[in-house]
Structure formats: structure tokens, C-alpha cells
């Protein structure tokens, strides 16, 4: 007798590695390293087995979840040609999908720093490579991770704290993601340039 599949159930290659790292990257964001792979499975209607089978173990799929969403990063701003548009739409990226940064916040918390990327698609290589003009570079690059990642993991609380209408909400972040461009695009920097209170 011929088994019979699940309605709902996502049984080929394809099909249950992009259930899967669906369902992954939200539950990563929610809950770190603690995540089963029985959830993910239950998650992504799948079988426990087809995971293993298709994506190996939890790290693997976490790796795989951080890589494509590094790609996507590095996609967005290949074709800019100052630091400011970069920062500016990898800020809007956080501010619509802030998963990424949450998993990689999770990890950092969690002591597991070795599952994120350590290639040429991060946040900190993407921006390197469009501003090496100056010494303050590097000091710019970071302003601009720390700020789109705080804003990622704080901004929504920012908002609500702050009674932002939601109406209003869209359009205080692209005044946000404007004003970041603007504050890592000023002149060059250093410690005879900055003047003390």
C-alpha cells in the first residue's frame, strides 16, 4: 500500500528546505538557540526526518537562514555609490524584515558568534567597500550597523513608547533612514575635530 502525504505537508527537496528556513528564521528571532528541531518541523509542516535529511543539523540551518539574509544585504546595496544611500537602505531593510539582526543579537547573547557569516556579504564588508576614503570610515560603518541594528531590535518599542500613530510611523522611519545618511556622510572626523561640552 502506497503512503499517502499529509494535505498541507511539503514533502520535495525544494519544498521543505524553503518551509523550513521560513519557518526558521521566525522562530530564530523569537527564541535564539533554543529552538528544536522539532519545531521547525512542526513550524514548517514537515517531517522531522526530511529536515536532517535536506538541511542537516540546527546550526546548519541557521547558517543557511544568515547567509541568504547577508545576500539579500549585499544585493540591496550593490549598486549604490555612497556610504549615506548604503546606510540609508540597509536601514529600510531592518526596518522591514529586522529578523536578521535579531538571530544574530540572539547568537552574540548566546556565545555562538561562530554561526554568523564571516564573509564578504556582511554589513560591515558591504559598507567597507563603498567608503575606504577616509580614517573616520570605520567609525562612520560603525555608526551605521549600531543604528540600523538597535533601531531592528528597539524601534517598533521606540515607536509605542513614543505614541507614534501608526499612520505616522512609514514616514518618521524614512526621515530616520534620511537623517543616518546625512550624519555618516559629514566631513571627516577625529579627535582635534570634536569639541568638548
Not at 87 to 105: C, K, Q, S
Amino acid at each position: 500500500m502506497a503512503e499517502s502525504k499529509s494535505v498541507g505537508k511539503a514533502w520535495g527537496r525544494d519544498e521543505v528546505r524553503h518551509a523550513v528556513l521560513r519557518a526558521a528564521r521566525t522562530k530564530f528571532a523569537a527564541k535564539g538557540m533554543s529552538v528544536t528541531l522539532r519545531e521547525l518541523a512542526q513550524d514548517a509542516g514537515v517531517n522531522l526526518g526530511l529536515i536532517h535529511k535536506h538541511l542537516g543539523n540546527k546550526d546548519d540551518i541557521l547558517r543557511a537562514v544568515l547567509v541568504r539574509n547577508s545576500q539579500q544585504s549585499a544585493n540591496v546595496v550593490e549598486s549604490v555609490e555612497s556610504l549615506a544611500d548604503a546606510v540609508r537602505r540597509l536601514f529600510l531593510v531592518g526596518v522591514a524584515d529586522p529578523d536578521y539582526v535579531r538571530i544574530a543579537t540572539w547568537l552574540i547573547l548566546e556565545g555562538r558568534t561562530d554561526l554568523l557569516p564571516a564573509d564578504e556579504a556582511d554589513g560591515g564588508s558591504i559598507l567597507a567597500r563603498i567608503d575606504q576614503s577616509s580614517d573616520s570610515a570605520d567609525v562612520r560603518i560603525m555608526l551605521g550597523l549600531a543604528a540600523i541594528a538597535g533601531w531592528s531590535l528597539f524601534g517598533s518599542e521606540i515607536l509605542n513608547n513614543a505614541d507614534v500613530a501608526s499612520s505616522d510611523r512609514v514616514n518618521v522611519e524614512l526621515r530616520m533612514a534620511d537623517l543616518l545618511g546625512a550624519i555618516v556622510e559629514l566631513p571627516e572626523f577625529g579627535p582635534g575635530n570634536v569639541k568638548s561640552p
